[in-house]
Each structure stands twice: as structure tokens, then as C-alpha cells.
T-cell receptor
Framework: GNSVTQMEGPVTLSEEAFLTINCTYT??????LFWYVQYPGEGLQLLLK?????DKGSNKGFEATYRKETTSFHLEKGSVQVSDSAVYFC?????????????FGAGTRLAVHP | GAGVSQSPSNKVTEKGKDVELRCDPI?????LYWYRQSLGQGLEFLIY????????KSGLPSDRFSAERTGGSVSTLTIQRTQQEDSAVYLC???????????FGPGTRLLVL
């Protein structure tokens, strides 16, 4: 069945460092891909999404490109801030796993210190 | 309008008791989803509603779990005879239609003693 694999955390960075959180997926068909973020004490929020191959999703300085050839959707940010400290979840929807439900990776905790 | 709301925000119960968790979706959203977030299992899909019907219940872990939705709005997730392994954060999400971007509520943290 469909699945999502994320790099294990925690990821600890200094402010203004470059961030990459790896995400790969297994799916048949053409799923949509998402990054959700969970800030401390808050609910899940959609960060960005891409619905077809080679699409780039972007928001708040974060970017991710849907790479079908490598089945990846890595999250990047050029310069992280302390306020980016959160748990990041990669997810997919669609393909043969069902059009409606989201399938999530395990989450990657990011800690940014001054 | 307002976002997805859930109640209670926290629930502590004794093993064997029944619990009801409530979700109030964004107004006008016809699709509603329940997920569970636990330490051991991560974020798992439980059930999807389109209107008042549930075309996908594939994630409900046992027959102790059930959910209903009335009036195409509020949904209730019921867990009967709770077990300690049911302890988790239960998340509700809604979207305008199935397949659209899902917006999540703050969750209900359930602790079964």
C-alpha cells in the first residue's frame, strides 16, 4: 500500500542555517503531496502542497518539489528562524491508497536555536 | 468563519468506560475526517465522511470504535470499553469536498488510566 518515509529527527540547527527534511513516498498512480507543520501546543497546519510531478509548493520561505523519478518531496528552507521550531509531517493523498485520506510520515522534529 | 473545533480538549477516563469525542467542522465543509496521533503509531486515518455517510471506515481499529455525523455538520467519535492503548490525540479535519485540502482541529487528548 501507499506509504511515506521521513528522515528521523530531531533536527537541531542554528538560526539562519539551511534546512532539508527528506521525504520519500511509495504509491501507485499519481498522488498529491503535502507538508503539514505542528507548532508546539497547536494543531496541524498545511504548510505547502504539490499535486503533480515537477510542481513546486512554497510558503513562508519553505519549498518542496514533487519529484516522480525519485519519488521524493524534500522540504527545504534557506535560512531557518527560531520560530520554525516545530514538528513537520510529509503526507500523500490519492493514487491507489484512496483519494480522500491522508497518509502521513512519522514526523520530523526541528529545533532551531539562536 | 471559525476553524475546526473539537471538544473536549482533554479527556481522562478509566479503562472500560465509554467516551464520546466531538468535532465541529468549518461551516460549509461537506467532508469530515478523523485521525489518531499516538506515540507508537504516528498519525493514522480512522474514518471519512461525505455528508452524513461514511464511504471509508477502513482505519477504525476495532468494533469498539464508531462514528456518526448528523445534519452534514457535527460528528461524534465514540470509543466503547476504552483500553489503555486507545490513549492518543484524536484529530478531526474537514474540507469543502472529498479530496480538497484538509483543515485540522486542535485535537482531543485522550488518556485511559
Amino acid at each position: 500500500g501507499n506509504s511515506v518515509t521521513q528522515m528521523e529527527g530531531p533536527v537541531t540547527l542554528s538560526e539562519e542555517a539551511f534546512l532539508t527534511i527528506n521525504c520519500t513516498y511509495t504509491a501507485t498512480g499519481y498522488p498529491s503531496l503535502f507538508w503539514y507543520v505542528q507548532y508546539p501546543g497547536e494543531g496541524l497546519q498545511l504548510l505547502l502542497k504539490a499535486t503533480k510531478a515537477d510542481d513546486k509548493g512554497s510558503n513562508k520561505g519553505f519549498e518542496a518539489t514533487y519529484r516522480k523519478e525519485t519519488t521524493s518531496f524534500h522540504l527545504e528552507k534557506g535560512s531557518v528562524q527560531v520560530s520554525d521550531s516545530a514538528v513537520y509531517f510529509c503526507a500523500l493523498r490519492g493514487g491507489t491508497g484512496g483519494y480522500n485520506k491522508l497518509i502521513f510520515g512519522a514526523g520530523t522534529r526541528l529545533a532551531v536555536h539562536p | 468563519g471559525a476553524g475546526v473545533s473539537q471538544s473536549p480538549s482533554n479527556k481522562v477516563t478509566e479503562k472500560g468506560k465509554d467516551v464520546e469525542l466531538r468535532c465541529d467542522p468549518i461551516s460549509g465543509h461537506t467532508a469530515l475526517y478523523w485521525y489518531r496521533q499516538s506515540l507508537g503509531q504516528g498519525l493514522e486515518f480512522l474514518i471519512y465522511f461525505q455528508g452524513n455517510s461514511a464511504p471509508d471506515k477502513s482505519g477504525l481499529p476495532s468494533d469498539r470504535f464508531s462514528a456518526e455525523r448528523t445534519g452534514g455538520s457535527v460528528s461524534t467519535l465514540t470509543i466503547q470499553r476504552t483500553q489503555q492503548e486507545d490513549s492518543a490525540v484524536y484529530l478531526c479535519a474537514s474540507s469543502r469536498t472529498g479530496g480538497e485540502t484538509q483543515y485540522f482541529g486542535p485535537g482531543t487528548r485522550l488518556l485511559v488510566l
